[in-house]
């Protein structure tokens, strides 16, 4: 399972062409099969991307409260740690 996890701390406003082209690269790795999913998404800015359809594309279930939640689901959906 491969997973790209975004952190979004500090991402306080998100515009259109922005919600356009994230929507479009979480389609295009679903494609290959990679999982997208994101942390620490404010408020305002998660519900520009559920109004976008961002949130649906990549489950709801793929939005996390902090990193190191993002990074357990992954394990514990059979992730690995990569190796250096």
Known sequence: ?????????????????ALD???????????QGITIAFARVRDAVRERMRLAGIEAAAGADNFYERVTDGVRAWQQAGGAVPRP
């Open 21 to 31: 082209a994230l929507l479009s690269a979480a389609k295009e790795l679903q494609g």
């Open 1 to 17: 399972m491969r997973l790209i996890l975004i952190d979004a701390e500090s991402v306080n406003l998100i515009d259109t062409t």
